[in-house]
Every structure is written in C-alpha cells, then in structure tokens.
C-alpha cells in the first residue's frame, strides 16, 4: 500500500494562476479531506468529503473548490492564487464516514505564491 | 485566539528526562486525538481518546483525557532523540464527527 500520495510536493505560483494539487488514497477510505499548515495557526480544516460525491465545507473553504468522483481520489483546486494561499497542503484520508478513526497523513504540498 | 490551546509551544529536554504536552480546549470534547510531525513530512498517528479518565499507551508516550478539565496531557518517559519533533493535539468540537480542530503544536528537541 502506498497509503496517501501528495502531488506535487513543491510549487511555486504567480497571483492569479490556477492549479489543482492531488492526492489519492489506496486503503479505500470513505473519509478524506485537506488541511492547510501555517505558523501560529496549527492545521486548519479547507474541505472534506465522506463519500464519493459528497463534499463539505471545513473551517476555511474560500478560495479553494473540490470534487470526489472516486474513492481513491480528492483533488484540491486553487482558482485563483493569492499570496495569503501560500502554505503547507495535507491531505488526509480514514476508514469510516467519520474523523473518528485514525486519520492517513500525505507528506504535504509546500505551495508559495508570488 | 486558538479553540485548542497547547503548552508548552516547544520544550528543549536532555535524553532520558520526562516531559509532559498538555492541550487544552475552549470546548467540550468530543474525541481528542495525539499526532507527531517530523518536520517537512505528514502527520502521523499516535493515540486517541474519547472518555473522559481514558488512559492509552504506546512504548513511553501515555495520553490522558480529563474531560471536566476538558485537557489532555502526553507524557514521555525517558525522552530519546528519535521523540523529537512537533506534537499535535486535534478534537472533534463540534460532535461533527467529521471535523477535527488542531492545535499549534509543540516542538520537541531532545539532547543526547
């Protein structure tokens, strides 16, 4: 099992540029979701989705889209970049429809935007 | 101001010496879960509590949960090198389920 895979793991964006950071999951878990990492703010909830085809908004979701039209796949999109998206990317995947099991860390995307 | 409040945010400890995390919440909790970061890699796994009085160990780290407190605590026994790195608290303040509220973390450095 590869267990959950990040791509790509750096990036680099002019303002206004458009980019859709990976991650995929091999465990069959019904639960993923992303997280953002800055300093002094410990991780921070973007979306998450409990199913494929169903998605929820987390604690800061504006600026970012999502989709899961697989199990094994949640996309995150960056329509628009602005500098204040420049941040550590997670993803995160578990078994169950719940954050109440252990959840799956990727290795993360570090994204600055210029 | 933070939902999830840690202490300390780093901690410097020679090898051998015992340490304690606490992590403290502005809510009720309804699950609390323990991470560590090595720095530039993902998040990985280390316990879980949802009792409050529930105890759990893995090797020399034990977690506590004191749900009246509404804090948990991560303790180490005989600090290695290899514990270093930054410790998450993350719970469930919402009973969502689903969404989970981290701390800031506390960097760990441990000296031989």
């Known amino acids: 099992n590869a267990g959950v895979t990040q791509t790509p793991k750096f990036q680099v964006l002019k303002t206004g540029q458009s980019m859709t950071l990976q991650c995929a999951q091999d465990?069959?878990?019904?639960?993923m979701s992303w997280y953002r990492q800055d300093p002094g703010m410990g991780l921070r909830l973007i979306h998450y989705?409990?199913?494929?085809?169903?998605?929820d908004q987390g604690e800061v979701p504006n600026g970012y889209n999502v989709s899961r039209s697989t199990t094994e796949d949640f996309p995150l999109r960056l329509l628009s970049a602005a500098p204040s998206q420049t941040s550590v990317y997670f993803c995160a995947s578990s078994l169950g429809t719940s954050a109440y099991n252990e959840q799956f860390f990727g290795p993360g995307t570090r994204l600055t935007v210029l | 101001s933070q939902e999830l409040e840690q202490s300390p945010q780093s901690l410097i400890v020679q090898e051998g010496k015992n340490l304690t995390i606490n992590c403290t919440s502005s809510?009720?909790?309804?699950?609390l879960y323990w991470y560590k970061q090595k720095y530039g890699e993902g998040l990985i796994f280390l316990m879980m509590l949802q009792k409050g009085g529930e105890e759990k160990s893995h090797e020399k780290i034990t977690a506590k949960l004191d749900e009246k407190k509404q804090q948990s605590s991560l303790h180490i026994t005989a600090s290695q090198p290899s514990h270093a790195g930054i410790y998450l608290c993350g719970a469930d303040l919402l009973r969502s389920g689903s969404r989970l509220t981290f701390g800031e973390g506390t960097q760990l450095t441990v000296n031989p």
């Open positions: 989705s409990v199913g494929a085809g169903i998605t």
């Open positions: 809510k009720t909790l309804y699950g």
């Open positions: 465990m069959n878990h019904e639960y």
